[in-house]
């Protein structure tokens, strides 16, 4: 059977492109990678930044992986994230291997954004990776806790288009939300008594994305102080793929509350609702 040159480059195009609508697939798939796990810096509007990656074990350049970005909180730094006994808020343990991690630095151990340069440094960083790893680019997240909550607030905000869904852990309005208008899947939790952060802050951010998802409006159950427990609320009628998840628990201003009062780090319910609900997107 005879097939013409034009026919045959034609199909191959048409297989390329159906391809990337799949997999999403951004331009370092394929690629010999030139990033190894590890600290880098990068220079963005004339001052030097760090940030860290962990490449999974294995990693094969031609599987799109999920980018999941690390944000820590005020007075911590990338280790923060990167280390300690849940690095990643616990997520890099549950991932097995399946997401690149990345634990940006804030200036002077904060996310102001002032002009917006933290949301550009996280650009500049997410730029560098696609272009040398195989990434889902439909399958970009972001979590933090307090400042980091806020700045990945922040980035749904101004790159809705670009994250699949953030995680909030007892953030509020602090690193700005310029746009703010494009529905992103929302994880969020805040503790009842917090000291800090009042959670009136996080239902705030909360209901930005209960509004620009579609959400039926509903008056989340939260436990009473001293209670200890924590509540998990589904809104109801959101538009297809962009959920929204709050839990409210009783304690302070804590990252991985457990049913005490306290920081339960590794057996706090945290990393695994979270996992659950970041993982859910394929």
Known sequence: ??????????????????????????????????????????????????????????????????LIFGLHWRDGDMTSVDGGSAPYYGLKALAKNSAIFVAPDGL??????????????????????????????????????????????????????????????SGALLSGCSGGNDPVAFYGQHGVRDSVLSISMGRDVRDRFVRNNGCQSMQAREPASNSKQHIVNVYQNCKADYPVQWTAFDADHVALPGDNGQDAGVNSFTPGDVWKFFSQFQ
């Open 108 to 169: 002077n151990k904060g996310w102001a954004n002032q002009n917006g340069e933290d949301i550009t440094f996280i650009d500049t960083i997410r730029q560098q990776i696609e272009n040398d790893l195989c990434v889902n680019e439909k399958l970009r997240f972001s979590l933090g806790f307090s400042y980091g909550g806020a700045m990945s607030y922040s980035l749904a905000c101004s790159r809705g288009k670009d994250f699949r869904a953030i995680g909030v852990l």
């Open 1 to 66: 059977m005879f097939f013409s040159t034009s026919f045959v480059a034609l199909s191959a195009l048409i297989l390329l492109t159906v391809f990337n609508g799949v997999h999403a697939a951004t331009a370092g798939c394929g690629k010999t990678p030139t990033l190894t796990s590890g600290t880098k810096t990068v220079t963005v509007n004339g001052k030097q930044r760090r940030w860290i990656i962990r490449i999974p074990d294995g990693y094969n350049n031609t599987q799109p992986y999920r």
